[in-house]
């Protein structure tokens, strides 16, 4: 039997802290406002860890139940809580870097007017993202996943007098319905042949069933349409095109929201479904393609961005291709690896970049940044490291993720891998040439007296001292040196398999075979893997240290293609015409103009004009003529007696 | 063998016949007296319905409401006749179709 863990407490405390801050941060302190925002989401992780200290302790999965939700006949949902080795590592990644963005956001908020608000939807998207985690059934999971949602547009906007900032919320939104509605219909789906949407229910139901090899099945489409769900808050090709403007939020929202947890979110659901995915090869098979093509495009369109924090966010979305390739592969354990440590490298590099944009007085334009790396060294060095990790440079973190998933990959088809070693290239490259037009070379950006406006970040880091730039406060260093520590030896929980051992309770057991195949094809992979991430540091460093001026020759040579990336393969174009365009005119003319105007609109005023017409008729019958007034009283009475006549009612 | 009482159905011939007259007064004539005056006999008419069924059916009822009719008649005729000199003053006509101001 296991002891009562009190899971519900991690996520309520985030929400006490949300709501307290919201309906009293307002008239409350500065300090005041960072306690409580501190404290509860320090709270959550300590008792993150307290379950983590008592996790060996415990029969998995460990249920937990706290009411009925719904209950019918052939189905019900329930409020319940669920713990296996997965949710735990989401747990601890979630309040862990959480935690940590809460801290350097003190420093990085500090002079925003809004301040309290920015905590309390801060806190209220760590709600949402640990119902999410540590949801019992597809219903408690929706919550948080709506209410992630919710949180980051909330976020995304939060700058919301600003209007770019207020379209890239909606646009967030909006993507993200397309996303929910394909869950929504794979929920229906599993109520329909399950009855239920308990996680052990449906999967219990499931796993005696064959797997679906001969094409299209019941389990094939939910695990597609499932996909079509993660592909909306993953940002993954068709939907990732919120995820570059949800950059105009704050950049602690972007390292917490838009780089370390929500987006990894699909990549946390796909996992959850594995057994669902595992008998639908089609839809693993569509899961693998849309992740290594996703992987591939998104760095491409990586090198061209000039916005630091957009090439970041590209990197995500790549990023996020590989976990995809991972669970398509059937690797979920590696794609969970890679899930976690790049929360750490992608949160740091965020952060970082929050720190950079911040030394520069609000500047995101990499062009007008340069030789930074002596002015802001602690935000140098950690933004270092987390390239490194990034790149594939063992022994950091993202090395071995990233290593395991390409060897998973290879081992289904070498098509991936190849196509995942190029985007590991063209990773390694974007993020070194990123480093390299931030720190090094002179800098490009406004003197000290020259500068009259601030980029459009600049409403989060302090008015003083623009000109030259500074290093950050203390408290939004402390989380980087924190993360960096962790991008460091992060990776290190994968040595000798841990990591997939550790899961293999939840994706199912190791297969020894695989384990010990070929170690010289591994280890090759490995030897090719670290070859182009160095191959891609030293093109970056060729291109943007050695010769500044080769980048804009090679883009002059390559014309079209080079428009074409700059301009994100004009994809946002594409689906203006496509989808917003024919929505709008549609509603415009068919909706508004021909449905609204000529047939509701004409119903009500006809339906006014039309009794006004007939009273206006009527109102002749009030002559005032006494007469006639007679006369209609003496034809009232005659009708009514005939009518009494002819019903028969004389005979009583 | 003739009945040895006046039947119903002739009392009541008797009284519709007046409360025609009396509707047909009201709908035909001008003068407000006359109209007044076709009132009274549809209130008759019907005075005359009521003391035949209780006659009939042997009901006290219907001579009681006879009086009761007969008091809020002259009672009716007093204001009506008040009235009527009213608008006599005023608009020195006692036609009706020029007493016509209470419409739209």
Known sequence: MNPNLNLWVIPI???????????????????????VALLFSGAALAWALIVAARFSSLTLPYHEFFAHWIRITGFSADFAFYLDQLSLVMLLVVTGVGFLIHIYSVGYMWDDPSYYRFFSYLNLFMFFMLTLV?????????????????????LIGFWFTKDSAASAGKKAFIVNRIGDFGFLIALFLIIKHFGSLNFDQVFGAVMPLPSESAGAGLLTAIGTL?????????AQIPLYVWLPDAMEGPTPVSALI??????????????????????????????????????????????????????????????LGYMFMACGVGAFSAGIFHLMTHAFFKGLLFL????VIHAVGGEQDMRKMGGLKSLIPWTFLTMGIATLAIAGIPPLAGFWSKDEILWKAYQVSPVYWLIGVITAFITSFYMFRLL???????????????????????????????????ESPMVMLVPLMILAVLSLVGGFVGWGNHFEHFLAPVFGT??????????????????????????????AYLLYYRRPELPQKIADSLDGLYEAVVHKYYVDELYAVLFVKPLIDGSTRILWQDVDRKVIDAAVNDAGDGARHVSDEARHMQSGNIRSYAGWIAAGAAVVIAFMIWMGMDAR | MVPSYVPLSYYLLLSGFLFACGVVGFLIKRNIITIFMSIELMLNGVNLSFVAFAAHWHALAGQVFVFFVMV???????????????VYRTRETLNVDQVNLLKL
């Not at chain 1, 219903?139 to 547009?153: D, P, Q």
Request: with cysteine; aromatic share 10%; charged share 10%.
């Open chain 1, 226 to 234: 499932l996909m079509l769900g993660a592909c909306g808050k993953s």
């Open chain 1, 13 to 35: 405390l985030p929400l006490a802290g949300a709501t307290i801050n919201g309906f009293l941060g307002k008239k409350a302190s500065r300090p005041g406002v960072t306690a």
């Open chain 1, 258 to 319: 838009h780089a370390a947890t929500m987006v990894t979110a699909g990549v946390y659901m796909v996992s959850r479904s594995h057994v669902i995915f595992e008998r639908a090869p089609a839809a693993l098979t569509v899961v693998a393609i849309i992740g290594t093509l996703t992987a591939f495009f998104a760095a491409t369109i990586g090198i061209a961005q000039t916005d630091i924090k957009k090439v970041l966010a590209y990197s995500t979305i790549s990023q």
């Open chain 1, 510 to 539: 190791v297969e020894p075979a695989a384990e010990a195949a070929s170690n010289v094809t591994e280890y090759s992979l490995m030897g090719v893997s670290v070859l182009v991430a160095f191959a891609g540091w030293w093109s």
């Open chain 1, 134 to 154: 540590l949801a019992g059934n597809y219903l408690v999971m929706f919550i948080g996943w709506e209410g992630v949602g919710l949180a980051s547009y909330l």
């Open chain 1, 352 to 355: 970082a970049a929050g720190s």
């Open chain 2, 72 to 86: 809020v008649a002259a009672a009716e005729a007093t204001v009506g006749l008040a009235i009527i000199i009213a």
């Open chain 1, 436 to 470: 390299y037009m931030t720190f090094f070379g002179d800098y490009r950006g406004a003197q000290p007296d020259a500068h009259g406006s601030h980029g459009h970040d600049a409403h989060g880091h302090d008015s003083h001292g623009h000109g030259e730039p500074h």
